[in-house]
């Protein structure tokens, strides 16, 4: 019952839709109808600006990395029991899956960028940590933040599995894993990469946004 309780509670903290209730709670604007249409951070930097954009990434991230972290300590594994590895990646999937198909804001999430880096950061520290240095490595060079993150996600099971191996299958298909995913939910941004359409990233503050749209300013 637990382990099932806290596969649930994965899903859950992964729809947490905080690029919308952001956007809705202080601006008065739903990102989902701007930009690129994501409830994630980038779209949420990109129509708000930094100040709502940060704050976004780092509560998508501490989703992925505590509905891991949550587990051992809601599930009793003994000793000689060998579900924890396969508990683990069922409670990552969930709340990336629950990242980008939030329950709680009608199916239409975002792309599971951020919560799959807090997964990385709780099961694979060392590797997580070499993806974001690849990550900033690519933005800095192009500021295209889908290019970045592909790049990451396509390099990261290398880092899993050669450069600091776990010792589990089951961690080394998770890793995988992220390296097929990534794409399948960046394929319009793979495809305007292509043709070069596909927009930069900017850190300028939006005008009309920081200083006309929020409600606290109303």
């Not at 891991?68 to 990646?89: A, G, I, M, Q, T």
């Not at 950061?121 to 800095?140: D, E, H, K, Q, T």
């Not at 995988?176 to 596909?198: C, D, Q, S, W, Y």
Request: with cysteine; aromatic share 12%.
């Amino acid at each position: 019952m637990m382990i099932l309780i806290s596969i649930l509670l994965a899903y859950l903290m992964g729809s947490v839709p905080t690029a919308v209730w952001v956007g809705r709670l202080f601006y008065d604007i739903d990102v989902r109808t701007q930009g690129s249409g994501n409830a994630g951070a980038t779209n949420t930097i990109r129509v708000l600006g930094v100040k709502a954009g940060i704050p976004v990434m780092i509560v998508d991230v501490l989703k992925g990395y505590f509905a891991v972290w949550l587990v051992p300590h809601l599930v009793e594994f003994s000793p000689d029991d060998n579900s924890k590895p396969y508990v683990l990646l069922l409670a990552s999937v969930a709340v990336v899956l629950g990242h980008t198909f939030p329950v709680l804001a009608g199916f239409r999430g975002g792309k599971g960028v951020a919560s799959i880096l807090g997964v990385g950061f709780a099961l694979f520290p060392f590797s997580a940590l070499c993806a974001v240095i690849v990550f900033l490595l690519v933005f800095i060079t192009t500021r295209y933040v889908s290019l970045s993150s592909l790049t990451a996600g396509i390099c990261f099971p290398l880092f899993v599995n050669f450069l600091f191996p776990t010792d589990h299958w089951v961690f080394q298909a998770l890793s995988i894993g992220v390296a097929v995913f990534l794409p399948l939910t960046h394929r319009k941004n793979i495809e305007r990469l292509v043709k070069g359409t596909e927009s930069k990233i900017s850190f300028r503050k939006k005008p009309g946004i920081e200083g006309v749209n929020k409600k606290s300013e109303n």
